[in-house]
């Protein structure tokens, strides 16, 4: 019953957060304000729901930061909202990586430029991993999956991926903040939101240059032709 009831919240929270007046971004407000009452079968509700989000990508991880921000505050929000999306991390990685990753090995065997391109992806380790988890462009759960894909290092994909963590504490301060928090991002006026997508933005252009320079370096394609005077 508790799940049931946070999961309508959540998808009132979001169709509130973008469509809805003033006073019914409110009402949205006091549905998941009465999750509180609800206690810590509340809490292993939360948890689980946005684990299986992080794992099926079926609604947006920052919806979750909201929606934890207004239950639970910034410290507690926060700590749900962080441990649950990890945990989904872990899971999508692992099973992408168990499952599929035989499967892309035996294609690669026979494809010497993908077999490079792989490897570049595997020395970036890490600090590819964070560009991407900086990027509001890429799926959580589509990015766990395919970099479980890779022969990246599951050490350097755990780090990597704490850096969708600031953002998420971003949203769930912004949720902390009752109706301004909800309106603002319907309204799309929150500084902090803006300071995400700009961040987002600069990750976004720094992770299609740096593929494109990997692909580069293992030959899928050409490069810079040489310009003399």
Known sequence: MAGCSLG?????????????????????EGILRS????????????????????VSGLLPASLFGLAAGAVY???????????????GAF?????SRSLLRPTIVRLLQSRSR????D?????????F???????????????????????????????????????????VFIGSLTTTGLAAISQGSSPLKWGLVGLGIVATALITWR???LAMLAGLTPAAPLTSD
Do not use: E
């Open 211 to 213: 593929i494109g320079k």
């Open 129 to 171: 991993v964070c560009l991407l988890r900086l990027s509001p462009i890429m799926p959580f759960a589509v990015t766990s999956y395919a970099l479980g894909l890779s022969s990246i290092m599951f050490r350097d994909y755990w780090l990597g991926s704490l850096a969708a963590l600031p953002s998420l504490l971003g949203y």
């Open 73 to 87: 505050g910034v410290p507690l929000g926060f700590g749900i909202a962080a441990f649950s999306t990890m945990i």
């Open 8 to 28: 309508a919240a959540l998808l009132a929270a979001g169709i509130g957060s973008r469509f809805l007046p003033g006073s019914s971004i409110a009402q949205v």
């Open 114 to 117: 993908l077999q490079n391109f």
């Open 35 to 54: 999750i509180q009452d609800v206690g810590s079968i509340g809490v292993l509700a939360f948890i689980g729901i946005q684990i299986l989000v992080a």
């Open 119 to 127: 490897a570049l992806l595997a020395r970036d380790g890490w600090r």
């Open 91 to 95: 899971i999508a990685f692992m099973l």
